[in-house]
T-cell receptor, first 113, second 115 residues
Framework: AQKITQTQPGMFVQEKEAVTLDCTYD???????LFWYKQPSSGEMIFLIY??????QNATEGRYSLNFQKARKSANLVISASQLGDSAMYFC??????????FGTGTSLTVIP | DTEVTQTPKHLVMGMTNKKSLKCEQH?????MYWYKQKAKKPPELMFV???????INESVPSRFSPECPNSSLLNLHLHALQPEDSALYLCASSQLLPGQGGEQYFGPGTRLTVT
């Protein structure tokens, strides 16, 4: 089974609007971490936000927030007030106990002026 | 400082060449990773080093040979590559933690073309 599932291959959002990128995960571990990365066309993977499995509050970092629903095993990324520079691939990832990270297939976000 | 550096940024090599990719971090991270990434696909894990020892090898062909000379450096030696090995090669590092957390920081990558 896939550890991380991203069901939206491509998304469009109007500039200044909010957008939600979906991510569901599969693990039997009690302790795990969830991450979102942004990859512009330049290729660098940029760390955006982290949510720990024991964190009771949703993580926020500036315009990024993570909507963590543990019972549903979902960790959706919300980008508020979209900007043209937000156009990129977005990957959801999970780390269980250990050093291996599991990545989803990614969502390509395009911000329309 | 959350910087991971990689050299070279671009590399074109023939199938008989030997070349090396280099990666460096100074964040004190004791886990370092090599990934291969094709366009529009997620990164594929190749190798993981923990405390400078190879801990994960994802059945990578022997034409890729990793090396971790010290806690800050990671190399990937390339020999007799095939055209299908053309890809973006990403290096990353993270903290070693017993449980959750410890995000990976990635370098800018090396775009490799095998001719």
């Amino acid at each position: 089974a896939q550890k991380i599932t991203q069901t939206q291959p491509g998304m469009f959002v109007q500039e200044k609007e909010a957008v939600t990128l979906d991510c569901t995960y599969d693990t039997s571990d009690q302790s795990y971490g969830l991450f979102w990365y942004k990859q512009p066309s330049s290729g660098e993977m940029i760390f955006l936000i982290y949510q720990g499995s024991y964190d009771e509050q949703n993580a926020t970092e500036g315009r990024y927030s993570l909507n963590f629903q543990k019972a549903r095993k979902s960790a959706n990324l919300v980008i508020s007030a979209s900007q043209l520079g937000d156009s990129a691939m977005y990957f959801c990832a999970m780390r269980e106990t250990g050093n291996q990270f599991y990545f989803g297939t990614g969502t390509s976000l395009t911000v329309i002026p | 400082d959350t910087e991971v550096t990689q050299t070279p940024k671009h590399l074109v090599m023939g199938m008989t060449n030997k070349k090396s990719l280099k990666c460096e971090q100074h964040m004190g991270h004791r886990a370092m990773y090599w990934y291969k990434q094709k366009a529009k696909k997620p990164p594929e894990l190749m190798f993981v080093y923990s405390y400078e020892k190879l801990s994960i090898n994802e059945s990578v062909p022997s034409r890729f040979s990793p090396e971790c000379p010290n806690s800050s450096l990671l190399n990937l030696h390339l020999h007799a590559l095939q055209p299908e090995d053309s890809a973006l090669y990403l290096c990353a590092s993270s903290q070693l933690l017993p449980g959750q957390g410890g995000e990976q920081y990635f370098g800018p990558g090396t775009r490799l073309t095998v001719t």
